[in-house]
C-alpha cells in the first residue's frame, strides 16, 4: 500500500531558529514529490516539486531535498518567521503522474513563537 | 488572478439530508480536482475532471456522491444523503495541465459537519 508518513507530527520552535521537516514514502513507482504549505483556513500551496533525478531544491527559506534510495524527503525552513506556522504536507506522485495517484502525508503541523 | 473558490466554507447538516458543495476554478484552468480530508487522516483523491469530463472518479467513496461541471467551468459535488462519514473537509484544486507536474491551485475547502 503505498504511504506516505511525515514526522514529527507537530513541532514549536522560536521565531529566527531552523527547523527540518521529515517525509518517508512507500510509493512506488514515482513521478514526483511535492512539499505543501497550508495555512490555517486556507488550501494547501506548493512550495518544490522534486523529480527522481533532482536532489533538493530551494525556494526562498524553504530547501528540500530528496533520497530517492531511501525514499526520503526533508523540508529546511531557515531563519523561520512567524508567518511560517503552518501544516507543511508531503505529497507523493506515482507513475502515472496523474491526481489518483497522489500519495498525502497527514502533514507537520509547525507553530513559530516569539 | 482570482484563485480557485469554494462555497460554502462550512456547512452544517443532519444525517441523511442533501448538500451541495461548489468550486470555482482560476479562469482557464481545463482539470479540476476535488479532494477530501477526514478528521485525523490524509487528503485524499476524490475525482479529476478535464473540461466536463470526468477523466478519473476512482476516488468517489459511493454512489451517494454526485459531481458534475456543466459546461466545463464551475464544478458542484453533491452528498445525498449525507451520514456522519462524510464530515470532513473538502477540497477544490484546479491546474493548467493534468499530469501531477503541473502545479494544483487548491482552494481554501468547505468543511462539513454531519451531525
Known amino acids: ?27 512506488s513507482p514515482f513521478s ?10 486556507r488550501g494547501p500551496v506548493s512550495l518544490t516539486i522534486m523529480t527522481f533525478s533532482e536532489n533538493t531544491k530551494s525556494n526562498g527559506r524553504y530547501t528540500a531535498t530528496l533520497d530517492a534510495d531511501t525514499k526520503q524527503s526533508s523540508l529546511h525552513i531557515t ?5 511560517d506556522s503552518a501544516s507543511y ?4 506522485s506515482g507513475n502515472t503522474g496523474t491526481a489518483s495517484k497522489l500519495t498525502f502525508g497527514t502533514g507537520t503541523r509547525l507553530q513559530v513563537t516569539l | 488572478e482570482a484563485g480557485v473558490t469554494q462555497f460554502p466554507s462550512h456547512s452544517v447538516i443532519e444525517k441523511g439530508q442533501t448538500v451541495t458543495l461548489r468550486c470555482d476554478p482560476i479562469s482557464g484552468h481545463d482539470n479540476l480536482y476535488w479532494y477530501r480530508r477526514v478528521m485525523g487522516k490524509e487528503i485524499k483523491f476524490l475525482l479529476h475532471f ?3 469530463s ?7 467513496p459511493n454512489n451517494r456522491f454526485l459531481a458534475e461541471r456543466t459546461g466545463g467551468t464551475y464544478s458542484t459535488l453533491k452528498v445525498q444523503p449525507a451520514e456522519l462519514e462524510d464530515s470532513g473537509v473538502y477540497f477544490c ?13 487548491f ?4 468543511r462539513l459537519t454531519v451531525t
Open chain 2, 93 to 105: 484544486a484546479s491546474s493548467p495541465g493534468a499530469g501531477t507536474v503541473f502545479g494544483q491551485y
Open chain 2, 107 to 110: 482552494g481554501p475547502g468547505t
Open chain 1, 89 to 92: 504536507i508531503c505529497v507523493v
Open chain 1, 1 to 27: 500500500k503505498n504511504q506516505v508518513e511525515q514526522s514529527p507530527q507537530s513541532l514549536i520552535i522560536l521565531e529566527g531558529k531552523n527547523c527540518t521537516l521529515q517525509c518517508n514514502y512507500t510509493v
Open chain 2, 50 to 52: 478535464v473540461k466536463e
Open chain 1, 32 to 41: 514526483n514529490l511535492r512539499w505543501y504549505k497550508q495555512d490555517t483556513g
Open chain 2, 54 to 60: 470526468k477523466q478519473d472518479e476512482s476516488g468517489m
Open chain 1, 79 to 83: 531563519a523561520s518567521q512567524l508567518s
